[in-house]
């Protein structure tokens, strides 16, 4: 079997998060598995590009990967060279996997596959929703869907990463088949950390990328209502403007001397997520949420909104709390903890890594993936 997968950006460009770390696992996976993988992407990395010779495919941690040139700088990748490669070379793989929506590598690269008659699976990555329709860019999604998306959408296969995810998918679309598969989320492998030194105060750490839909807002009007002893560090980047307000509104709730801002952290950051005490994340919106799972691997409790892929799961093993996208929500729930669950806390820092490592064991993930290309493939099913 040979499968193409194209994503508008791939490792290193990790400033776009998750997604660019499961792509990238899924891929490396699948190649240990014996499974032909080739990667097309851009050279993107956020308003910069990647350090890299266009064009021409290099091997990345095993995979062969092809890197094009992009026209726009924003979030559609207009990347012509990709889509002319595309268009020659797609009748030789089996099966073409697409990842997430909205940009013009995706939708132009599905209606290629479609022409040139080669099976397709998309992965949204979060892009399907109704959050995403209602923020950001909202006539050009409904000028895409309703013109050329919809019509590509219903025609393929499409992978999802959690339950919640799946019927967001299901209420927008109606394709061949939804399949729901978790994320490849690399863990630390790390047995041991430097002791925790006792605190007198909650440690809360918010460590995602900083953007709108993640709830930073809500996180830091909840603090003002907080009464017990925290300390809230905030480990991520994002849009300047964007954090100067929060900055702002932190300065404003008067708790801005009980937050530390440390920036992007990539090789330390379960160290950093294992010294705190609780992992807080109320998105509006979130298909999966890779960074619960880091914070999980390393036994740090977690609490995060029902909007949250994978709130179902922390609930179903008692691994953390469930709140609401409100900032009332949020701090009664870090009162509630703080105050009456420091046993649960420490029941779950003890249980929470073994969990972690039985369901998101990388030889267990990469057979689903797998077994569901073969499914797709056989029989011809376009």
Not at 61 to 73: A, L, P, S
Request: with cysteine; net charge positive; glycine share 6%.
């Amino acid at each position: 079997m040979k499968v193409l997968q194209i994503c508008a950006a791939y490792k290193p460009a990790y400033i776009y998060g998750g997604p660019t770390m499961s792509v990238s696992m899924l891929s490396e996976q699948l190649v240990k598995a014996g499974v032909s993988t080739a990667v097309f992407a851009t050279t993107a990395n956020g308003k910069n590009e990647l350090p890299v010779l266009p064009g021409k495919a290099v091997n990345v941690d095993g995979v062969q990967v092809t890197y094009f040139e992009r026209i726009t700088k924003d979030h559609t990748h207009f990347s012509p060279s990709l889509l002319k490669k595309l268009w020659r070379q797609a009748p030789g793989f089996n099966l073409i996997h697409i990842h997430a929506w909205w940009n013009l590598v995706s939708v132009l690269s599905c209606l290629i596959a479609f022409l040139r008659g080669v099976p397709v699976l998309i992965s949204p990555r979060g892009t399907l929703s109704s959050y995403s329709f209602q923020n950001k860019n909202i006539g050009t999604k409904w000028a895409i869907h309703h013109l050329l998306g919809k019509f590509l959408l219903n025609r393929c296969d499409v992978h999802v990463t959690s339950e919640r995810e799946k019927e967001a998918v299901a209420n927008l679309i109606h394709p061949k088949s939804i399949t729901a598969i978790p994320n490849f989320v690399k863990l630390s492998g790390q047995k041991t950390f430097a002791k925790r030194s006792a605190s007198p105060f909650l440690r809360l750490i918010f460590f995602s990328r900083i953007e709108e839909k993640k709830g930073l807002d809500i996180l830091i009007n909840a603090l003002a209502l907080v009464t017990a002893p925290f300390h809230l560090t905030i480990a991520g980047n994002g849009n300047e403007d964007y954090i100067v307000s929060l900055k702002a509104l932190a300065i404003s709730n008067q708790v801005n001397n009980k937050i530390t801002w440390a920036g992007f952290r990539q090789d330390d950051k379960f160290e950093l997520l294992h010294q705190h005490d609780l992992f807080v994340l109320p998105s509006h919106d979130e298909n999966f949420g890779n960074a619960v799972i880091e914070s999980l691997s390393v036994g740090t409790p977690v609490l995060i909104s029902e909007q949250v892929g994978l709130a179902a799961y922390v609930k179903q093993n008692t691994l953390g709390w469930i709140c609401q996208t409100t900032a009332l929500s949020v701090s009664s729930a870090i009162n509630d903890i703080a105050e009456n669950h420091q046993t649960e806390l420490l029941r779950i820092r003890e249980k929470a890594p073994d969990t972690i490592d039985n369901s998101f064991n990388e030889n267990n993930l990469v057979k689903q993936y797998i077994a569901l290309y073969h499914q797709l493939t056989q029989n011809d099913r376009i």
